[in-house]
Structure formats: structure tokens, C-alpha cells
């Protein structure tokens, strides 16, 4: 069986550095390493259309925004193919056929669903789209039969939920779609970077991001502004580094290179936390040191985007031809699907050669 990756975002935004840390830069070492036969990188449009109904110039203006997000990050279309979700028909009808196959109750248990229904405080208004989000994504990962969705832990429910729809379908109609697995961040200060804000969750929708294509004074701002332990008045108090974004940033991003360059008084990060938890060590000059990280990290992002963004038409061509390529990919599925669920009636020439034996009268 073919190793294949099936992975995307929503057009809702530009990309920020928790997708970065979390699921975008392990994309690009996955892409590189040669391992998988398959990578497919999809902008999930539709699904951002399922809380965006009504503002729909929002999702489609992103969509370019997050295909430079992904090229500059160093997502390669000779390597990956690049598609947009709401171009690919196929897995509107494959979300239909999996639907009967999941229960109200088991959507209303997934935690990712329960999680972000509260977080955008729809209570008994929930779109019937956003709800039935997870079997959205089933349909997305099991046409190109995925085998591995590189994620964020928070997308683990999700994952599980398109294993059960995977075993409930094969289990009644035959072994057809693949059962996928997730591929967590290897550095576990990436699972979930939290805002700079100090809220548990990097979002969008509250204006507590870094983006990967933000400016370098724009980024400064945030840095130095970022929270850190409260109780760290002066210098000379004892800091903690549990639970101090600053802190969680370094741990996604540091390296000790880094140190040799920006930090030379600490060998590691171990060694400046020692120093920040015994006292003695500002707020200030950890947060310039992050600063330099960062800027480290995305310097290299932010120029290969100017260049990119020079031909956006040549942009919108390799979404247009990936799409196209990936359509057939997911047309080839259905057509199992179908075939497995015995509702391709035209193309079952069994079944019409015995419906017309049935009818046909006897030479008796």
C-alpha cells in the first residue's frame, strides 16, 4: 500500500507560526524525506465556508494568502500536489454517503467539535455544515486514501472519528478506504503553541498571532509585548518557565545554535531557564533573544513570499492543475465507493444483464 499524506487548512487567515510549529514546517520534512509516495497539501475552503457562509470574499481572498504561506514555507509543487477543496466534487458526495454512517450523539462527543462550537459561541445556531466537520474531513482524507495526516494534537478526535466512519463503511460494504493515522509534532512544545496573549490557543479570531509573514517590526511588537509570569516584577525575582509563553515559544523554536549567536552567556535553554527560575534574568532580555529566534526562523519565509508574489497567476495555475489531478485521484475513489455501496447502476453490467433476463420472456 502507498504511503500518502493528506493534510490542509482552512483559507480563513494567513498562516501564523502555531501552524507553522505545529503541523507546516514537519510538512516540508516530510516532503523532503523522501518516504511518502503521495503528499497532498489542501486549502479546505468549503470547510472554512461552514462558519463563513456570509462572508464568503473572506475565504476566497485567503486562498492565495495561504498558498504563498505554504510555497514560502518551502512546500514544493514538484513535490506536493496543491488542491482546493470546494474544486474537487467528489468529496461533497463522499460526505453524504459517510453522514448515514455517524450518529448526531457521536458528533456531539468529538471535543474538537465541542471545543470550537464553544469557542465561536454559536450554542443552538451551529451551522448543520460546521457540525458535521469531521465527516467533512473523512471524505477529504479517505479519497486520496491517506495513510498519514501530519497534525496538532487537537486534531486527534478528528482523526479517530474518520477511523470509525473508515471501519463502520468497510465493515458493512468491504474493504474500500484506507484506515489513516495521525503524525504528531516530534517537539512537544509544538503540539499546541499558545497565544502571546497567554490564552491557551493561538487563534485567529483572537488577534493573538504571530504570522509567518508578518514584517519584522511588526513582530517585535508582539514579542515584547508577549505575557510572561506576572509574579516576575524585578529582575532579581524567581521566574516561572511553566506556563510562560515566552518560555513555550523557546521551546518550539530554540536551538542551540541559536545560543552561540544571540545568548553566548547560556550553552542551552536549560541553562537561561535555570537562570530565569533562581532569579536574576529579565523579562526583557529573554524576550529580545526570542525575538532574534523567530526572526531567525521566518527571515528566510518572508523573502522567498516577495518572490512568490510577484507572479500570482502562476500561483493560481499550480492550485488550478493540482486540483485537476487530484479530482481524478478522488473520482477514482468514489467510483469504488459506489461500486462497493452497489449504487453504480450503469456501469454494473451484471446487474443489467440479470434485470433483463428477469424480463425477458421465455422462448417457451
Known sequence: MDKVILTGDRPTGKLHVGHYVGSLKRRVELQNSGTFDKIYIMIADAQALT???????KVRQNIIEVALDYMSAGLDPEKVTFLIQSQIPEL????FYYANLVTVARLKRNPTVKSEIGMRGFGESIPAGFFTYPISQAADITAFKGTVVPAGEDQEPMIEQCREIVRSFNGIYGDVLVEPKILLPDNKACLRLPGIDGNAKMSKSLGNCIYLSESADSIKKKVMS????PNHIRV???????GNPVFTYLDAFARDEHFAEFAPDYQNLDEMKAHYMRGGLGDVKVKKFLLNVINAELEPIRKRR????????????ILKKGSEAAEQVAANTLDEVKSAMKINYFDDKELIAMQSAKYTPSED
Open 226 to 229: 508577549m505575557f510572561t509570569d
Open 51 to 57: 462558519d463563513n457562509a456570509h462572508n464568503p470574499e
Open 236 to 242: 532579581e525575582d524567581p521566574g516561572k518557565v511553566e
Open 306 to 317: 516577495e518572490e512568490l508574489q510577484k507572479d500570482i497567476p502562476a500561483i493560481y495555475d
Open 92 to 95: 461533497t458526495e463522499l460526505t
